[in-house]
């Protein structure tokens, strides 16, 4: 069915209805949802909120060759539910604004919004408004997303110390490693549980909420990044926001084995993804020394992956890697639009 | 400046730094602004908080030849600051995603930028936020914006009762009609007085904050919607929401007398943009007939106009318009995509 065959509200009516299955927590703090000017929500009075904003546009941020529709709303929704993870936040309310190609069937958008309800009730959130407009462009897809934080505890990443050890959550350069396989080696045979590991890291990433409730929980975290543009970019941000000197072991970056699998059968360096790859959702940050182990615990009871890669050296702003014998500068360098 | 000669970080840089003065109660409730993962909010306990998004797209809502780049921006943030005002809150925080196209120059988008700061600084809100990306398509402005309403106090557009009277704030048609000069009468010879009002009717609304804060004081106020989409659009929506049949007069429509000027110029019934134009951002709704001497009073200390249109009459869901000796359905249609 083409858009303009059901109009603008129908079509309203047919997106918001696949969002409305909220089994696991949802609508917790929606006192007005979708349907009015604005939706109304309560928030808790010991907890700050923390509010991000994200666009995906088609044929920069992802091609309908590389994923599918229903897993670009779940990617979509998990890369802002990602960043309240990084916050130590829990995610609760998100709008959605969509910029629909006329070409496109009211199917295909339902999968879309089909995928962002699935992402939405893994973490128990709740979409409570947005927008549906047209666009001569290619479709855009934005989502702001509100969370709640305790107060005063949000995590940022402009407070590392000298002296705080480096963590990350969970292996890294899967999701380029994914993007590889889907765009450059679509023809390599491949185990199928490798190529299934790929292609999940590539469009399904879990977005790390528990880790940043563990981390503010802990009150031993002093800075924390979710990795959207790569390792390197984030440890920079951090660096240069606390204005500290970080120094990382490559071989202590964690890479998945279906990765290390598919890196040696084309030629690849894997750390190249880990470093600048980016979208792998997992968290970086740091963790004070003496406290490293009470966190360490709190990750080992809820069976999460916690992995030191590194330490804060000094005041300054920039970062290096233990490669081998040698240490050098790690490259500022990410997913950046413009460049 | 060609946005790829400053990169992305650079293009952020420049663009925030146009957000920064907020002379006007700005930053009221900001823990963290522009510059980590996400921003972090803090609201008063006795608040609830409204949330509302809006995308803008070149060719659609808006073109190069219709309104500046400056007044593009104090626009989109007034629309998102109207939803705000429709529900008797007081916005607060935004987040901006913008989607470029590489054409742009950078200084274009400063403009943008200072627009939507010259609106913030109008209502004392911050932006907290945001996303830059870039497109192969249109220029595209999302908004999400937040703010404060007392608790339980968020005027709906669902609670309208039979026996209300039915108001708007202000005059309509304005926004239709300088865009009709714009687009259709460019070389009409008009008074400068009536050009420039139309110009400034359609390029630079004014959000009903105050009016909306007066109507949710008034506890007398049982719905409430803003002009974004026409008065048919809006009353519509309210009868429907509510479940309610409602009555307006024609000849109490309040029309500016420069927008009747003009429609006397060029042979257009000025009704037809009041009720199907949009985008005046007036607010219409209802209140109690027993307690509108308590909300005209309110509104006459503050200056603020306030106009009885009509009336709810019974339970149903329709609306009709007296003109002259008829009364006749009020057709259902407004500004829609995909229409």
């Known amino acids: 069915v083409r858009i ?21 927590g949802g609508n917790t703090g929606v006192v007005v949802g979708i349907g009015d000017d604005t939706a109304v929500l309560r928030y808790q009075p010991d907890h700050d909120i923390v509010a991000t904003t994200d666009a995906l546009v088609e044929g920069v ?12 709303g779940f990617k979509a929704m998990a890369a ?3 960043d309240i993870a990084a916050m130590g936040g829990v995610p609760l309310h998100g709008l959605i604004s969509i910029a629909i190609p006329s070409r496109m069937q009211v199917e295909t958008l339902e999968e879309v919004y089909d995928g962002v309800a699935e992402m939405c009730n893994l973490f128990g959130c709740t ?31 402009s ?4 002296g705080d050890v480096v963590f990350v959550t969970g292996p ?44 503010v929980q802990s009150d031993a975290c002093t800075s924390c990044n979710d990795i959207s543009d790569g390792l390197a970019n984030e440890l920079h941000e951090i660096a240069s926001a606390s204005g500290v000197s970080i120094r990382i072991q490559e071989e202590q970056i ?28 997992q968290l970086v940050g740091t963790v004070r020394k003496h406290q490293l182990e009470i ?11 916690f992995y030191v890669i590194g330490e804060v050296t000094n005041p300054g702003s920039d970062v290096s890697i233990v490669s081998g014998r040698s240490t050098v500068p790690l490259e500022k360098r990410g997913y950046h639009h413009f460049r």
């Open 61 to 72: 941020h992802f091609r309908e060759d590389t994923i599918t529709y229903h897993n670009l």
């Open 159 to 162: 407070t590392a110390q000298v």
């Open 127 to 157: 979409v409570v408004g947005g927008d549906i407009v047209k666009t001569d462009g290619p479709l855009l897809i934005n989502i702001a997303l509100l969370g709640a934080v305790q107060r005063t505890k949000a995590l940022l990443r």
């Open 4 to 24: 303009h065959e059901v109009g603008e509200f129908g079509l309203i009516d047919r997106l918001a209805a696949r969002l409305r299955h909220a089994p696991n």
């Open 254 to 281: 964690p890479i998945h084995p279906s990765v290390l699998q598919f890196s040696h059968r084309i030629g690849h360096n894997p750390y190249e993804w880990a470093l600048y790859g980016g979208e792998d959702y």
């Open 295 to 305: 966190v360490q615990t709190l990750f080992r009871e809820k069976s999460l992956p």
């Open 80 to 82: 802002s539910i990602s």
């Open 172 to 215: 890294l350069g899967g999701s380029a490693a994914g993007l590889a396989l889907q765009c450059e080696h679509t023809d390599l045979v491949l185990e199928q549980s490798v190529r299934e590991d790929l292609l999940r890291f590539h469009e399904r990433p879990i977005p790390q909420v528990l880790a940043g409730q563990l981390l």
